[in-house]
């Protein structure tokens, strides 16, 4: 399971690539030229897709979960319930931890939407819990706010026993623009004394967490903040590369820093039986760490940047509803029915001093983030920055393209969404105006590769005089290889195949942004169009992936490319017609419904565009001779010249 997603991990990178390389390598390995070994640079760019975004390397061990014994608390534990209009909490008196934490509407300054689970539908609406049942049920319990010195003994004390709360009722309920303070104090016999020290606020996602914690009235060194574990939607059913488990994220000298479960390194005992936990230390200077999935986070913003966070993660398998993990066993009817998942957990520095501690528990849409982070500071004032919470690239050398594009990728959907009220239409009418836009361009291709046409026959005839002077003996510096040399270069004047695939180049980019958008944009999340039940999931039926592949089979037939001069060329290119649109729907089998959208109706705005630009193009030919057996009535006759001079 950890390689597939693994491998999943680059799909739509390798996808686009192997777009892009069949359109621009069309111009170049199926062009007739005089120096073969011009084709080497077009394979240079295959290399770079399979090198590992740079990550900070760490040693994995594994890490016993068992707690020390300590006094048994056999007083009545409380739940206390905290309520607003964004969220739902429930706080638990034993460890004064997070047992449930229900998200129920997502809301920015323009806009506000409920949330459900993923599962959910019109009929049917699925609370949209944050909270592992997994972490719950697990001895020890693996819930948010733990708290972990290096002591054993003491851990078992701060996390297992009940803690005195501030507030009498079970039931806090906030109305607009209230918030609330919650004390959960211990005091235990051989010294020990903690206070937690919760600050709710109606209208926002951000809580205060304050930590004291002393020992014979001094400070505890060392200690760490639990975050985890794996926050996330636990609705969805079973994970692939658009549905990610629960993962690591930090902001770590001033750089994104991600983990997923499968990545650790897990160790073997000594029988070879592999161990099911590791942990890694994320070293450098940590401006805030937590847990989250693709749409939802839990992040600890310390009172002043720390070091030493940890990330631990526990293997598991779980049994699931039948699912196929693939185009190969939807067509055998083979569905998985078990996979295997990871408890991902952050242990997060901080000072147990009192000092404030800012938590965000909420989503992590684009447009939410950019308002919490225009006004979001922490407790040394510095600006902190949520934004890249978003996973705008696993991989840190293409992020710098994706994060600016799909930025405005996402705020020109949400601008047509507000007109149409629909994320599908706005889809389209998105792609409809790129592909207007890349029109000119098309036409200019298209010209491009008609002169190009044109000149095949010269072009060969050249290209068969050059082949005779070498076998001939003739040297390349010699005057007629330079005239014939000559020809060639005036014969592609207007007419250079990277000119022609200028709008392939510009797609390129255009595509991965638009597929980090749809996969990122928490408002395309469970949008519905015609058949389809979410644009940020496969169709399913699979209908757009066939329509997707048939659609580019049509494009790419009527596309003009560079003239092939041998049967040899000809075969290539018919089988490159059809093989690519058979192995792009394998590649792209489960992908976002809104990104198969999106390309599968620029394939037939390209196509239709194409048939314009064919009729428009078409050269304005004299009328042909035709010999008939009687002239019309009232036909003028011709005397015919006899002359001679």
């Not at 039931?171 to 211990?186: V, Y």
């Not at 986070?297 to 993990?325: C, H, I, N």
């Not at 496969?538 to 659609?551: N, R, T």
Request: with cysteine; hydrophobic share 40%.
């Amino acid at each position: 399971m950890e390689n597939s997603k693994q491998q999943n991990q680059s799909r739509f990178l390798i996808a686009a690539l192997l777009s892009m390389t069949v359109f621009f390598g069309w111009s170049y390995f199926f062009a007739p030229k005089p120096k073969p070994n011009d084709n080497s640079n077009t394979a240079q760019a295959t290399n770079t897709a399979a090198t590992p975004a740079p990550q900070t390397a760490a040693t994995p061990a594994p890490q016993a979960t068992a707690p020390a014994a300590t006094t048994p608390d056999n007083t009545p534990n409380r739940v206390i319930t905290i309520k607003s209009d964004l969220y739902e909490v429930k706080l638990d008196s034993k460890g004064a931890l997070a047992t449930s934490w229900i998200l129920l509407k997502d809301k920015t300054k323009d806009s506000e939407r409920m949330l459900y689970a993923d599962g959910s539908n019109d009929t049917e609406k699925k609370p949209l819990q944050l909270i592992s049942d997994e972490a719950k049920n697990r001895t020890p319990r693996e819930l948010p706010f733990r708290l972990a010195t290096d002591d054993a003994n003491l851990n078992a004390t701060l996390n297992e026993r009940n803690y005195q709360i501030s507030e009498t009722g079970d039931t806090i309920t906030l109305g607009p623009g209230q918030e609330k303070q919650i004390d959960f104090t211990l005091a235990d016999a051989d010294g020990t004394e903690v206070k937690k020290t919760f600050v709710f606020r109606a209208d926002s996602y951000l809580a205060d967490l304050q930590v004291k914690l002393t020992k014979g009235g001094q400070p505890v060194p060392n200690t760490k903040l639990v975050i985890g574990a794996s926050v996330g939607d636990q609705g969805i059913k079973h994970h692939n590369f658009y549905h990610i488990e629960p993962e690591g994220i930090s902001f770590v000298n001033g750089d994104i820093y991600r983990k997923q479960g499968y990545s650790f390194t897990y160790a073997k005992d000594g029988a070879g039986k592999e161990i099911p936990d590791a942990s890694l230390t994320a070293p450098g200077n940590i401006d805030w760490a937590g847990v989250g999935d693709a749409y939802f986070a839990m992040v600890a913003v310390p009172s002043t940047p720390t070091q030493g966070l940890e990330y631990r993660s526990t293997k598991y398998d779980v049994q699931t509803e039948p699912f196929y993990d693939g185009i190969i066993g939807w067509v055998i009817r083979s569905p998985k029915t078990s996979e295997t998942r990871h408890l991902i957990t952050a242990y997060v520095p901080i000072a147990a001093d009192g000092s404030v501690t800012k938590i965000y528990t909420g989503t992590k849409d684009y447009f939410a983030l950019k308002e919490y982070s225009g006004s979001f500071t922490a407790a040394d004032g510095r600006a902190v920055n949520l934004v890249d919470l978003i996973n705008f690239s696993n991989y840190w050398w293409l992020r710098w393209l994706t994060k600016p594009l799909s930025i405005p990728i996402l705020w020109s959907l949400n601008f047509l969404y507000n007109f149409t009220s629909n994320y599908g239409i706005a889809i389209i009418l998105f792609t409809l105006f790129f592909y207007s836009l890349l029109f000119p361009l098309r036409w200019s291709q298209s010209k491009s590769f008609k002169k190009a046409s044109g000149n095949a026959p010269k072009m060969k005839e050249i290209q068969d005089k050059i082949k005779e002077f070498q076998k001939k003996g003739v040297p390349m510096d010699d005057p007629r290889m330079r005239q014939l040399q000559m020809e060639q270069l005036k014969l592609t004047k207007d007419a250079l195949p990277i000119g022609g695939c200028l709008p392939m180049l510009l797609q390129f980019p255009l595509l991965i942004a638009f597929y980090t958008a749809v996969t990122v944009s928490l408002p395309i999340r469970q949008a519905t169009f015609l058949w389809l039940p979410d644009l940020s999931t496969g169709d399913p039926y699979h209908i757009l992936e066939f329509a997707f592949a048939i659609s580019m089979v049509l494009s790419m037939k009527f596309t003009p490319t560079t003239p092939t001069v041998t049967p040899e060329q000809q075969m290539q290119q018919k089988m490159m017609t059809y093989f690519m649109p058979v192995m792009m729907l394998w590649v792209m089998w489960a992908a976002p419904a809104g990104l198969l959208l999106y390309w599968f109706f620029g394939n037939i705005v390209s196509f239709v565009q194409q048939m314009l630009i064919n009729r428009l193009n078409k050269p304005n030919q004299p009328p042909k001779e035709e010999i008939v057996d009687t002239l019309p009535k009232n036909t003028k006759k011709v005397k015919p010249n006899l002359s001679t001079s």
